[in-house]
């Protein structure tokens, strides 16, 4: 950065940070929630996911479900070693917390968060069964996908550098999604699939929140967004639109 241009002008014009010491409160704010979101909603999704390891049909599966809860907590723990470095409060994320807490199945709180975390309201959201695992799995896994693309290329390096890491790993946990997906179809499941598909659907494409322009200019300005929620939702849209044709299944109405 030159001694002539201003830092707000340095991240407009695409430039990065590197270290806590040169960030303004406004985007350490921003960088903040971010991160608390993406921490929060791995150790909440992980929570999830432990709870149906034993539901799996076959040691196959049971693998797969202990692989994605052991590797959604590592990505929490490495987005969380960033926060650290900014001072957070890590402590809060003691063995205590309820990451396990869930609300009712006929809850609809749309994109509002729990009391406890800055969850994505998808993770309030307990599951019905092994079926309804896989589904979420299959629809969040590519919802992942966008939002880490996302912010992948984010001004801060050391986090977009942590996402660019993780994120070919939130790809494989959607591939295991449609190992498991296949592998229900055989067995004769479509029909539940299906309406895990229609319980699911909504609440996963929620998780990209909604578009304030006011926002999303501020933080584009800030080099932290690039596509706006409803581009994401779009393309996360089409991508499981595709994806549940070549299934046999349906995108709800």
């Known amino acids: 950065m030159t001694d ?11 430039g990065v940070l590197t270290n806590p010491s040169n960030v303004p409160p406004r985007y350490r704010a921003e960088l903040l929630k971010l991160m608390a979101t993406f921490v929060d909603s791995e150790l909440a999704g992980a929570a999830g996911f432990a709870d149906v390891i034993n539901l799996g049909p076959g040691i196959k599966e049971r693998i797969a479900a202990a692989k994605i809860v052991l590797e959604k907590t590592d990505h929490a723990n490495r987005v969380l070693n960033i926060m ?19 609300l009712s199945r006929e809850a609809d709180i749309g994109a509002t968060r729990s009391e406890h975390d800055m969850r994505l309201a998808v993770f309030n959201y307990p599951f019905s069964g092994w079926t309804d695992a896989v589904i979420m799995n299959l629809l969040m896994s590519r919802a992942v996908a966008e939002q880490l693309a996302e912010y992948s290329t984010i001004s801060y390096q050391p986090l977009a550098e942590a996402f660019r890491s993780i994120a070919p790993i939130e790809v494989h946990h959607g591939e295991l999604a449609m190992e498991g997906a296949i592998k229900l179809i ?8 299906q309406v895990s598909i229609d319980y699911w659907w909504p609440r996963v494409a929620v998780s ?30 089409q991508t499981m639109d595709d994806t549940l044709k070549t299934l046999g299944l349906k995108t709800p109405l």
């Open 208 to 237: 990209f929140g909604g578009d304030d322009p006011k926002r999303f200019e501020l933080l584009r300005s800030l080099g932290l967004r690039r596509n706006n929620n409803s581009s994401l939702r779009e393309r996360w849209s």
């Open 84 to 102: 650290g470095e900014f001072g957070a409060d890590t402590e809060r994320y003691a063995n205590h917390h309820p990451w396990t807490a869930r």
């Open 4 to 14: 002539t241009m201003t830092l707000d002008s340095y991240l407009a014009a695409g």
């Open 186 to 193: 055989e067995r004769g499941e479509t029909e539940q699939m």
